[in-house]
């Protein structure tokens, strides 16, 4: 899971979404090594269906963003590091919020 030659580095707030994460789930794993762009689930960091919850109770606490399960975009909003971080900004951009 450590970041390769070639791969994308995490940006400042891929990083601190990432912390939490790893605070939040207790991962085994250091935030600055979560690669961007792999997957969340399964193969990726492993998450199941109970992290995605947890996950969605940390995003709604720290940063006001409600994620929903019964949302057809879930799926692509939970794909990532990126992803997540990318559907955070979007949302609070629209809710004239800042990072």
């Given at each position: 899971?450590?970041t390769?030659?070639g791969?994308?580095?995490?940006?400042p707030?891929?990083?601190?979404?990432?912390?939490?994460l790893?605070d939040?789930?207790?991962?085994?794993?250091a935030?600055?090594e979560?690669v961007p762009d792999?997957?969340?689930?399964?193969?990726?960091?492993?998450?199941d269906?109970i992290?995605?919850l947890e996950?969605?109770?940390?995003?709604?606490?720290v940063?006001n963003?409600?994620?929903?399960s019964?949302?057809?975009?879930?799926?692509?909003v939970?794909?990532?590091?990126?992803?997540?971080?990318?559907?955070?900004?979007?949302?609070?951009?629209?809710?004239?919020q800042?990072?």
């Amino acid at each position: 899971m450590t970041t390769q030659p070639g791969e994308t580095l995490q940006t400042p707030f891929e990083r601190e979404i990432a912390e939490h994460l790893v605070d939040v789930l207790q991962l085994e794993v250091a935030p600055e090594e979560i690669v961007p762009d792999d997957p969340l689930f399964v193969e990726g960091l492993g998450l199941d269906s109970i992290d995605a919850l947890e996950v969605a109770l940390m995003i709604s606490r720290v940063y006001n963003v409600t994620l929903s399960s019964d949302d057809p975009n879930s799926r692509r909003v939970f794909s990532s590091l990126r992803a997540l971080a990318s559907h955070v900004t979007q949302v609070r951009e629209k809710a004239g919020q800042a990072e």
